[in-house]
């Protein structure tokens, strides 16, 4: 345990340094930035709750990533996904505003999870039916969501008001407050979303580990053929762990609006679709690392905005950061689990601090074969 | 050509895992003109000492003499280098290239900037097949050749790289009868050159090719010496460290009822072409039937098709009078159906699954191990924990990943899984292939509890003595028919090679 956390540490130190270079090179402060990102977000309870907003829809769409990933399908389609729930939950939501906030609010969460659902089962049943590779159809599906998205809100769904006022932003109508998830520390834009992204990870852990269909799902995703021989119906399970992978990220998006903006806007998303799947993959597949890998994520992610205003490092450069710490955390992974690389980086560097020249290599003579 | 080696050996050579002790300061010493066998159990520490012959591992204690003189591997290109020629049990050929492709890989000497010598590499593969006697066409494409001519060519790759010493981790399993003895005679010739070390767990072949024989068992050197100075049964004794007593099939075959009855069965294979053409079989309750063949025959399809893994074409599979041709897994396994695959850690297990995870693989959605939708894991640790007793599987904990165990232990998870079913049915293909001698002697004698208790087995196999001692009849498949059915106890060796040949009898 000590061996793996003085590798991951030592990974993570030489990401340090690679990224400090790439500040030095823009002139900013290296000391600065990593202070300003990692300590900043906390310094006040505004920040520190934004880190748990954006914590919420990582962790449901890690949450369903790791569904599907474990089940065999490689969902890339988490944000198509989300921006289907978002359409469907604010449809719901604008067209029952009469409905009191108890009836309202799960429907609208629902609509949003369903929607998501029925976009993620559409890559599942072409893999299952037609061997369609779900990567491939994934990626198309997020395509044809994001073009879909956009002429709906800057069409049909566009709120009047945009059009009266002639300004155009493409957003929806803002929904009826019964839909409105609640602010769980006053003054801050915190939701009880979150809660519910806790509990849904509690819920996915009893999933995967302690129910028949869990158990079914993760063999056939681990093997299967060893499934197929044990009677698992392997095609079967594709299309629930896509069902299940598009009902999160579904309502990932749904929980966002209903959250935190209330209106369907443009990039409303953030990308938290693809962030979700390194979050998935960072947090080991399990909701007890995705749960604090999406807390992490969620300190860079805000901290890359205090950067940008306080130390003036642009957002950018700090995912160049972002993104170095997280290969070299995710190497050091890898050579943790792999002996061999293990056994050639002890052996180079028993070479490089053993004393005096190194030992000949037998190997070294002359190439005394009959080769010309 | 470099200077041969007379002598190699190695000595003391101690290698520790964390927590394990692999190699107990082992000494073995190999000369030019005889072949030395290397046999032990699976975990007794062989593969780790020819990793460090091979230079993948570096010894923590001990040193490798060639020729008297000391030589250090770092990488398995010193050691080839220096003339140590490993042959793998899986071959290491690409199967779209020629043999002269296959050879000109390895030798960096013949690239050239953006083309290959392969003229060179042509002549490489004539010279060394002319002069160790190992007929290989340069030309022919790696995927057309048999198994035998492919370990053949293996084994003049490694010469054509310069391999001074051999070094064969089983050569032999994947080979049938004939192709064996072939490859037998072949290395008892090479030999006379070149220094030979042999692994293997079959102490037939070790007996009937080694000069001397060094055995371990946990790591350390139990016994060293000539071969022909022990028995059959003394190496066993050794190799176990307890006595052996081949199981036999002693037993008058009952003539129970029919229980599983294959007719006129067609069955394609992935390739297209009917695999399986028209078998017919029966097996009786309390009975052993060995289906023997050369693999490739029908087997692979005739074995998917009984669990429902392969659409069948025509005919039918009937279990105590019910079809099953054409049924889902599910069904079949439902009807009493067990079946021990062929490919054991894709098929057989989830490797990444704990071995009481894979104990229930099969049963998981009934009781007692789950409760409407929800696992009941008390009931399925102690399940595993009395599996683990009854069929002694070896692992740490019944938490570890199946796929962690040795071939024997992953083969006994599934026995132990299959057989607590109480099948009225059991295939088993392939059940002991590279499975070490206490482990085949134990699923050996479960196969034979199994018919006592009144169950069909039908046991698929190339090992010609596991057939012969364990069943009550033999059919022989060839190109996806039955040839012929020869009772267990008038079957001899040549007959069944003939036969496997396509020889009718």
């Known amino acids: 345990?000590?061996?793996?956390?003085?590798?991951?540490?030592?990974?993570?130190?030489?990401?340090?340094?690679?990224?400090?270079?790439?500040?030095?090179?823009?002139?900013?402060?290296?000391?600065?930035?990593?202070?300003t990102i990692f300590t900043g977000p906390l310094r006040d309870s505004f920040?520190?709750?934004?880190?748990?907003?954006?914590?919420?829809?990582?962790?449901?769409?890690?949450?369903?990533?790791?569904?599907?990933?474990?089940?065999?399908?490689?969902?890339?389609?988490?944000?198509?996904?989300?921006?289907?729930?978002?359409?469907?939950?604010?449809?719901?939501?604008?067209?029952?505003?009469?409905?009191?906030?108890?009836?309202?609010?799960p429907l609208t969460l629902l609509a949003g999870a369903l929607a998501g659902a029925a976009w993620g089962a559409i890559a599942g049943w072409l893999r299952a039916r037609l061997e369609v590779n779900e990567i491939l159809s994934t990626v198309m599906l997020n395509y044809i969501a994001a073009q879909l998205y956009t002429f709906l809100l800057r069409g049909p769904m566009i709120d009047p008001d945009e059009l009266m006022t002639g300004s155009g932003t493409p957003q929806s109508m803002r929904l009826p407050r019964g839909a409105w998830l609640s602010r769980l520390v006053?003054?801050?834009?915190?939701?009880?979303?979150?809660?519910?992204?806790?509990?849904?990870?509690?819920?996915?852990?009893?999933?995967?580990?302690?129910?028949?269909?869990?158990?079914?799902?993760?063999?056939?995703?681990?093997?299967?053929?060893?499934?197929?021989?044990?009677?698992?119906?392997?095609?079967?399970?594709?299309?629930?762990?896509?069902?299940?992978?598009?009902?999160?990220?579904?309502?990932?998006?749904?929980?966002?609006?209903?959250?935190?903006?209330?209106?369907?806007?443009?990039a409303i998303s953030g990308g938290y679709g693809f962030a979700g799947i390194v979050v998935a993959l960072f947090g080991g597949l399990h909701p007890?690392?995705?749960?604090?890998?999406?807390?992490?994520?969620?300190?860079?992610?805000?901290?890359?905005?205090?950067?940008?205003?306080?130390?003036?490092?642009?957002?950018?450069?700090?995912?160049?950061?972002?993104?170095?710490?997280?290969?070299?955390?995710?190497?050091?992974?890898?050579?943790?689990?792999?002996?061999?690389?293990?056994?050639?980086?002890?052996?180079?560097?028993?070479?490089?601090f053993s004393k005096g020249p190194p030992a000949p290599v037998a190997a070294a003579g002359p190439a005394a074969e009959g080769d010309p | 050509m470099a200077e041969p080696i007379r002598e190699l050996a190695l000595c003391g050579i101690t290698k520790r895992f964390p927590g394990v002790l692999a190699c107990d300061r082992v000494s073995l010493l190999v000369r030019r003109g005889e072949v030395h066998a290397l046999v032990g159990e699976n975990g007794a520490g062989k593969s780790t000492l020819m990793n460090v012959l091979a230079g993948l591992y570096q010894p923590d204690e001990g040193r490798i003499l060639v020729n008297g003189a000391p030589v250090h591997f770092r990488t398995p290109a010193d050691a080839c280098a220096r003339g140590v020629g490993?042959?793998?049990?899986?071959?290491?050929?690409?199967?779209?290239?020629?043999?002269?492709?296959?050879?000109?890989?390895?030798?960096?000497?013949?690239?050239?900037?953006?083309?290959?010598?392969?003229?060179?590499?042509?002549?490489?593969?004539?010279?060394?097949?002319?002069?160790?006697?190992?007929?290989?066409?340069?030309?022919?494409?790696?995927?057309?050749?048999?198994?035998?001519?492919?370990?053949?060519?293996?084994?003049?790759?490694?010469?054509?790289?310069?391999?001074?010493?051999?070094?064969?981790?089983?050569?032999t399993s994947a080979l049938t009868p004939q192709e064996t003895d072939d490859l037998l005679e072949r290395l008892k010739r090479l030999a006379a050159e070149l220094p030979v070390v042999f692994i293997s767990h079959k102490l037939a072949e070790v007996k009937a090719l080694s000069h001397r024989v060094t055995i371990l068992r946990r790591g350390a050197v139990v016994f060293s010496g000539d071969t022909a100075g022990k028995s059959t049964a003394e190496l066993a004794a050794l190799l176990t460290g307890?006595?052996?007593?081949?199981?036999?099939?002693?037993?008058?075959?009952?003539?129970?009822?029919?229980?599983?009855?294959?007719?006129?069965?067609?069955?394609?294979?992935?390739?297209?072409?009917?695999?399986?053409?028209?078998?017919?079989?029966?097996?009786?309750?309390?009975?052993?039937?060995?289906?023997?063949?050369?693999?490739?025959?029908?087997?692979?399809?005739?074995?998917?098709?009984?669990?429902?893994?392969?659409?069948?074409?025509?005919?039918?599979?009937?279990?105590?009078?019910?079809?099953?041709?054409?049924?889902?897994?599910?069904?079949?396994?439902?009807?009493?159906?067990?079946?021990?695959?062929?490919?054991?850690?894709?098929e057989g297990i989830v490797p990444s699954f704990s071995v009481k995870e894979n104990l229930v693989l099969k049963d998981v959605a009934a009781p007692p191990f789950s409760a409407g939708p929800f696992l009941r894991l008390r009931a399925i640790e102690e399940h595993a924990a009395a599996l683990?007793?009854?069929?002694?599987?070896?692992?740490?904990?019944?938490?570890?990943?199946?796929?962690?165990?040795?071939?024997?232990?992953?083969?006994?998870?599934?026995?132990?899984?299959?057989?607590?079913?109480?099948?009225?049915?059991?295939?088993?293909?392939?059940?002991?292939?590279?499975?070490?001698?206490g482990a085949t002697e134990f699923i050996h004698g479960q196969l034979l509890a199994l018919r006592a208790s009144g169950a069909a087995v039908l046991l698929v196999s190339e090992e010609l003595e596991e057939l012969m001692a364990l069943s009550d009849r033999i059919a022989v498949v060839y190109r996806g028919r039955i040839l012929d059915v020869v009772p267990g106890r008038e079957a001899t060796r040549e007959r069944l090679g003939r036969l496997m040949a396509g020889v009718e009898a």
């Open chain 1, 1 to 35: 345990m000590l061996w793996v956390v003085s590798v991951v540490a030592l990974a993570g130190l030489a990401a340090a340094a690679l990224s400090s270079l790439v500040l030095l090179a823009i002139g900013a402060s290296p000391w600065a930035t990593f202070v």
């Open chain 1, 47 to 105: 920040t520190a709750s934004e880190i748990g907003v954006r914590a919420v829809p990582l962790v449901l769409v890690a949450l369903g990533t790791a569904v599907a990933f474990r089940s065999g399908v490689l969902n890339i389609g988490a944000e198509g996904q989300m921006l289907l729930g978002i359409l469907a939950c604010t449809a719901v939501a604008l067209n029952a505003p009469g409905l009191p906030w108890p009836v309202l609010l």
């Open chain 1, 186 to 266: 006053p003054g801050t834009r915190l939701h009880t979303g979150l809660l519910l992204a806790l509990s849904l990870a509690f819920l996915v852990w009893v999933l995967l580990w302690r129910t028949t269909l869990g158990y079914r799902l993760r063999a056939a995703g681990a093997e299967p053929r060893a499934a197929r021989y044990a009677g698992i119906r392997v095609e079967r399970s594709l299309v629930i762990a896509m069902l299940v992978a598009g009902a999160m990220a579904g309502l990932a998006g749904a929980v966002e609006v209903v959250g935190v903006h209330h209106r369907a806007i443009e």
């Open chain 1, 288 to 352: 007890a690392g995705i749960v604090p890998a999406a807390a992490f994520f969620g300190l860079m992610l805000v901290g890359a905005d205090m950067t940008q205003r306080s130390a003036g490092v642009p957002a950018n450069m700090v995912l160049v950061l972002e993104g170095l710490i997280i290969l070299a955390i995710v190497s050091a992974g890898m050579f943790v689990r792999n002996p061999y690389a293990q056994e050639r980086t002890a052996r180079l560097v028993r070479r490089l």
């Open chain 2, 86 to 171: 490993m042959v793998h049990q899986h071959f290491m050929l690409v199967p779209s290239m020629t043999v002269a492709e296959n050879v000109a890989l390895g030798l960096s000497s013949l690239h050239r900037r953006l083309r290959l010598d392969l003229e060179k590499a042509r002549r490489r593969v004539a010279e060394v097949s002319d002069r160790y006697h190992l007929p290989a066409e340069p030309d022919a494409p790696v995927w057309q050749l048999s198994v035998g001519e492919q370990q053949r060519v293996e084994l003049v790759k490694t010469l054509c790289l310069g391999a001074r010493l051999l070094v064969l981790d089983e050569p």
């Open chain 2, 242 to 346: 307890h006595e052996v007593r081949p199981v036999r099939n002693e037993a008058a075959s009952g003539d129970g009822a029919v229980v599983l009855a294959v007719r006129e069965l067609k069955i394609r294979a992935d390739r297209g072409h009917l695999a399986v053409d028209g078998l017919s079989l029966e097996v009786r309750a309390g009975e052993i039937v060995g289906l023997a063949g050369v693999s490739g025959n029908g087997q692979r399809e005739l074995s998917d098709a009984l669990a429902g893994l392969r659409p069948v074409e025509g005919g039918s599979i009937r279990l105590d009078g019910e079809e099953l041709a054409g049924e889902p897994p599910r069904r079949i396994i439902e009807r009493g159906m067990g079946y021990v695959p062929e490919d054991r850690h894709q």
């Open chain 2, 388 to 437: 683990r007793d009854r069929f002694d599987i070896r692992c740490a904990s019944t938490a570890v990943a199946a796929g962690a165990l040795s071939g024997g232990n992953i083969q006994k998870v599934i026995l132990a899984r299959e057989l607590s079913r109480r099948p009225r049915a059991l295939l088993a293909a392939y059940p002991t292939r590279g499975v070490d001698l």
